[in-house]
């Protein structure tokens, strides 16, 4: 049974930091893409950040210089160090492991709020 954990979400001031993990259970992880996306409140859910299985990244343009994802295949783990924090990035953040053929995974999502 394939299962992806997200964590690392939480409360933080405008300029602060926080680092996501994603922990995924039952794939062979470093066969799996990697993307990270926020959905906030009222809104269509947004795509963030890329790491594929060649550690490649691409990210959305409004968190280019503020975030980095990254991976440990180890750890089958994926992460999302996000540093000075805005408001406008407050939302639920998810992880989403797909092969290069075939269907993917979700993750359940991580609150982040960003709010003095």
């Known amino acids: 049974q394939v299962q992806l954990v997200e964590s690392g979400g939480g409360l933080v001031q405008p300029g602060g930091s926080l680092r996501l993990s994603c922990v995924a259970s039952g794939i062979k992880f470093s066969d799996y893409h990697v993307r990270w996306f926020r959905q906030a409140p009222g809104k269509h859910r947004e795509f963030v950040a890329l790491i594929t299985t060649e550690a490649t990244t691409n990210y959305k343009d409004a968190v280019k210089d503020r975030f980095t994802v990254s991976r440990d295949n180890n750890k089958n783990t994926a992460y999302l160090q996000m540093n000075f924090l805005k408001p406008e990035d407050t939302g639920v953040y998810s992880c989403?492991?797909?092969?290069?053929?075939?269907?993917?995974?979700w993750g359940q999502g991580t609150q982040v709020t960003v709010s003095s």
């Open positions: 989403y492991v797909y092969p290069l053929r075939g269907g993917g995974y």
